[in-house]
């Protein structure tokens, strides 16, 4: 989880805003954001994954009230994916797609040409979206920080 929320942070405060204040273009700077994206995501999804199995066992072997603090986190991370798996698979490809029918650069485009704005749209949606990935995962680290404050978590039932 703290290599997806951290990547998500690197991502957001560090390679974006690098990229576009130091590359020659918008579109040169897109490219790397675009390529960093996606490889993000694939890191959230695997993550994601390893992270719901790992608390589910956590889970099934917990005592009842550690049990809530569990299915917390799984929720969220839950959310995580589902939101992560939709920009993958939604709008970073419909992205591409505007991209393709600009003529291959957004920032040289029509301002007001349709596939401008479509990109302009999604793009707002994807910040939006990753910004509620990152919230939720802060939210699951705060909860796996408070673990340690459950005696509950201590108590494993054997199976």
């Known amino acids: 989880m703290t290599v997806w929320v951290g990547g998500i942070a690197f991502f957001a405060f560090v390679v974006a805003p690098v990229a576009f204040g130091r590359l020659a273009s918008a579109h040169d700077a897109g490219l790397v954001v675009g390529g960093s994206l996606n490889l993000l995501h694939w890191i959230g999804i695997i993550s994601g994954i390893l992270f719901c199995l790992a608390t589910a066992t956590l889970w099934l072997r917990a ?57 302009e749209r999604l793009h707002e949606w994807s910040e939006r979206l990753e910004g509620l990935v990152l919230l939720c995962g802060v939210g699951v680290i705060l909860v796996l920080a408070r673990e340690s404050q459950w005696p509950e978590t201590g108590k494993i039932k054997t199976i």
């Open 63 to 119: 005592e009842v009230p550690a049990r809530v603090g569990f299915a917390i986190e799984v929720a969220l991370a839950l959310i995580m994916l589902s939101v992560t798996a939709y920009s993958q698979f939604r709008i970073l490809p419909a992205m591409e797609q505007d991209r393709i029918a600009a003529g291959g650069s957004i920032e040289t485009a029509d301002i007001s040409s349709p596939a401008r704005v479509d990109f």
